[in-house]
């Protein structure tokens, strides 16, 4: 679902990266959506 949103192979990279940290960490979960966020915004016109 999100791959329709977050283009870039670099940005799902990331996102995966992210996700997997942010299973246990509180900083990582806010900084996964702060991405997300960014990500979304950033490719929405790609």
Not at 3 to 28: A, H, N, W
Not at 35 to 42: D, E, K, L
């Amino acid at each position: 679902m999100i791959e329709k949103f977050i283009k870039t192979e670099c940005g799902l990279s990331e996102y995966k990266r992210l996700k997997i940290l942010s299973e246990d960490r509180v900083l990582f979960k806010i900084r996964l959506y702060v991405f997300v966020i960014i990500a979304i915004m950033r490719d929405l016109f790609k």
